[in-house]
């Protein structure tokens, strides 16, 4: 029997996208890291437009221009959310949008972008990890992103599966990128990593919504990161995820989970098959793969309607 998460560390929740009134959000970093805390989250990245952040290890302070940090028990991790492209209205001389998240790098900025106004989104992801971040994809639904797009871009290291800023009321129903997860798995065989977010500005009830669970030996940076780029990890509003199981004998897929939890989807490249929406008992489910499944991408529903998202699995 395969586990997909490590079975030695603890579950640490963490949102990889917000912003302050370094840029566009309403509040200030300080106000944010404060907002955060008191909603029982382990780790941050604060990742405002253009302009990067840093690392502040637990019982750690730094500074953010001028304004001192003390991060207590949490882990804030450096970020930025580097933007490409227009608002994708098709309209003449405007640009597919692109917005990538760094998150975690080790080096200081280094200018690269300042005077660059349209950077091509393989110049941003090769950055940030030169820089020593993980590049995260975010809210390709709400950028209204042509799937085939991925194609151009080389060691992304996963995607917004959920976007709490990018639905309502902020946005039009936008928020859910599960179907870009799909899409990129069935027909290129990009099983991206999914992650979630709030991407929170105005902090009128977008900020601790949407969340990234990470299974990781310490809440450090190097673990946490580590964590991350492995998959070690999930998206949600609300359900947890306990572990997931697979028999390759028999091709039983068994997920446990917070028994909070009522139904359980099982989306894959086959468009049917039984067993895809399942009613979840005493915190349990299962599924077995039929021989035609490349792959299998789980979503749990809560009582409330709340949801937690897989990445796109392969055995």
């Known amino acids: 029997m395969k586990t997909l998460f490590r079975e030695e560390g603890s579950w640490y929740k963490g949102n990889l996208h917000l912003h302050t009134s370094r840029s566009d959000g309403e509040v200030s970093v300080t106000e944010a890291v404060e907002i955060y805390r008191q909603a029982g989250y382990d780790f941050l990245a604060v990742t405002d437009h253009r302009v990067p952040g840093c690392t ?89 992103m042509e799937p085939s797009a991925l194609q151009e871009v080389d060691g992304l290291d996963g995607a917004e599966i959920i976007n709490t800023v990018s639905g309502h009321p902020w946005n039009s129903a936008r928020g859910d990128a599960s179907y870009y997860f799909d899409l990129w798995a069935t027909w290129q065989k990009r099983f991206l990593t999914a992650y979630g977010g709030d991407d929170a500005h105005h902090y009128q009830g977008d900020a601790g919504v949407s969340f990234t669970m990470v299974r990781a030996r310490s ?41 909070d939890v009522t139904h359980a989807e099982f989306s894959s490249n086959r468009i049917y098959d039984r067993g895809r929406y399942q009613t979840v008992q005493n915190g349990q489910v299962s599924y077995r793969l039929n021989p035609y499944d490349d792959y299998v991408r789980i979503t749990l529903i809560d009582e409330q309607g709340r949801q937690a998202w897989s990445s796109p699995l392969t055995f």
Request: proline share 6%; net charge negative.
């Open 56 to 144: 502040i290890e637990p019982h750690q302070s730094g500074t953010y221009e001028d304004t001192r940090l003390e991060a207590g028990e949490m882990l804030l991790l450096a970020g930025v959310e580097w933007d490409t492209g227009g608002r994708n209205t098709r309209r003449p001389g405007d640009l597919p949008c692109w917005h990538i998240l760094g998150i975690g790098m080790d080096q200081e900025e280094d200018g690269r972008f300042a005077d660059i106004l349209h950077p091509r989104p393989q110049e941003i992801v090769d950055h940030i990890h030169e820089q020593g971040g993980l590049a995260i994809l975010a809210h390709p639904a709400w950028s209204v």
């Open 219 to 259: 809440l450090s940076r190097d673990d946490i990161l580590f964590a991350l780029a492995a998959g070690q990890c999930y998206a949600s509003q609300g359900p947890r995820i306990r572990q997931i199981l697979y028999d390759p004998e028999s091709r039983l897929l068994s997920v446990e989970c917070s028994e």
